[in-house]
């Protein structure tokens, strides 16, 4: 008989398999982190609003380990939570909606207006068990690019600076002024989830964040995310004004220099949102650039809210995960 419960130390050993097959030591690194962490063991019992570390929850059948979902919560006003992790056993697609559907309820039930999922569109029947068993809905895509070369484009290194605290209310706006219109009632974000967490050291990513300036006015005009799990891969996330004609390669060209000065040997990666005014815009110019796509997620939300349809391409364990590359970093 099946029983649902939270993931423990003792399940290391279980799941050695599972992340093995990941073949990164960033996930090594992520699944140490959730079972050592000093906060974990009483960081179930807060309230939703309070929560900042993401909690797992396995699905065993008697002694064997069938699958592992984490759920991390955002900082929103209403409180939103987002599926990291997802694994199963091959042809296991039950056990796997009956572990998502368990983590729904849960969530719903403290409080989440939604819960927001993405999906490698390779694996189509993963995200059809989401729609038709979780109560999922496709909403859009993103996509992840890899930087083989940069274009030499300068920029003024005065138009940019740290992020503040008292930057998240207008990079926010910004955000939400970039939504396709009728994407807004999901994904639009509120100051508060830009804003840098007091528990920040806690987290099993480090986010280096900037902001670009208007040289005149000094009003913002973009923000800058790099992340990192592991301190050789950085993802790269931009936000920047529909109001002011902005390089996207100038801005690429200060993360890349800011990395640089971190780390000899790295790997750099771009994304892109089909949701945004920019995505495709994004796209192309990355094209151009001869980057190179390597992956594509389809994001899904079980909400009570609604958007327009926005059709987007669809070992013994499937692993639904954050990206996280197998090849060697680039000298």
């Known amino acids: 008989m099946s029983k649902i419960r939270k993931l423990y130390y003792f399940d290391k050993k279980s799941t050695e398999e599972m992340i093995s097959l990941l073949n990164n030591n960033a996930s090594d690194n992520y699944l140490d982190h959730l079972m050592f962490n000093p906060f974990i063991l009483f960081h179930h019992l807060l309230p939703l609003k309070l929560k900042f570390l993401p909690e797992s929850f396995v699905l065993k059948d008697e002694n064997e380990l069938k699958s592992l979902i984490t759920v991390a919560p955002l900082k929103s006003n209403p409180p939103k939570v987002e599926i990291q992790k997802l694994l199963f056993q091959e042809n296991s697609l039950v056990d796997a909606a009956e572990l998502v559907q368990y983590a729904v309820s ?94 920040k050291g806690l987290s099993y990513y480090n986010d280096y964040k900037y902001i670009a300036e208007d040289e005149k006015t000094k009003n913002i005009i973009g923000y800058i995310s790099i992340k990192s799990s592991d301190e050789e891969n950085y993802i790269i996330d931009i936000i920047h004004t529909n109001w002011v004609d902005t390089d996207v390669n100038s801005l690429l060209h200060f993360a890349a220099d800011k990395i640089k000065k971190r780390k000899k040997r790295f790997a750099i990666y771009v994304k892109s949102k089909k949701y945004t005014c920019c995505g495709e815009k994004y796209e192309e110019q990355f094209k151009q650039n001869g980057y190179e796509c390597v992956q594509n997620q389809i994001v899904l939300t079980n909400s009570s809210a609604r958007v327009l349809k926005d059709t987007a391409k669809s070992g013994k364990f499937t692993v639904l995960d954050t990206f996280l590359p197998t090849n060697g970093i680039p000298t």
């Open 106 to 199: 849960r969530y719903k039930a403290m409080g989440a207006a939604s819960v927001i999922v993405k999906v490698d569109d390779y694996l189509p029947e993963l995200a059809t068990m989401f729609i038709s068993k979780c109560g999922f809905s496709q909403i859009s895509d993103e996509k992840l690019w890899k930087i083989n070369n940069f274009p030499e484009t300068p920029y003024d290194k005065k138009s940019f600076r740290s992020f503040k605290n008292s930057d998240s209310k207008t990079v926010a706006e910004i955000y939400n002024d970039t939504l396709l219109p009728h994407f807004r009632p999901l994904l639009s974000k509120n100051c508060i989830e830009f804003q840098e967490s007091f528990f």
